[in-house]
């Protein structure tokens, strides 16, 4: 297994910049596809972006897509998600996760982080 902690977040004002970090331990990190995924309030959890195990591959949803870098550091067993011109709606509980299986179906994440919550003022 793998367990996986999040940091990084914050209260930003709309425009500015975030890294998010998910710190690994436990199994081979470079074993594990990763995903980013986030959570506004009354709102379905949201399939933020991905990143294979090597991390020479990534997806990005639309609503972030040339706004958010997906990264990892197999060595320091740390992913990252910079996040570059937040919005309001930006807003969220942002979660890591990891998978040994499809990297792009939610429902393989087997191992979750416990979120960090980022929010942006308009």
């Known amino acids: 297994q793998v367990q996986l902690v999040e940091s990084g977040g914050g209260l930003v004002q709309a425009g500015a910049s975030l890294r998010l970090s998910c710190a690994a331990s436990?199994?081979?990190?470079?074993?594990?596809?990763m995903g980013w995924f986030r959570r506004a309030p009354g709102k379905e959890r949201e399939f933020v972006a991905a990143i294979s195990r090597s991390g020479g591959s990534t997806w990005y949803a639309d609503s972030v897509k040339g706004r958010f870098t997906f990264s990892r550091d197999n060595a320091k067993n740390t992913a990252y998600l910079q996040m570059n011109s937040l919005k309001p709606e930006d807003t969220a509980v942002y979660y890591c996760?990891?998978?040994?299986?499809?990297?792009?179906?939610?429902?393989?994440?087997?191992?979750w982080g416990q979120g960090t919550q980022v929010t942006v003022s308009s």
């Open positions: 996760a990891a998978t040994t299986r499809g990297w792009l179906t939610i429902g393989e994440y087997a191992y």
């Open positions: 436990g199994r081979t990190f470079s074993s594990y596809a």
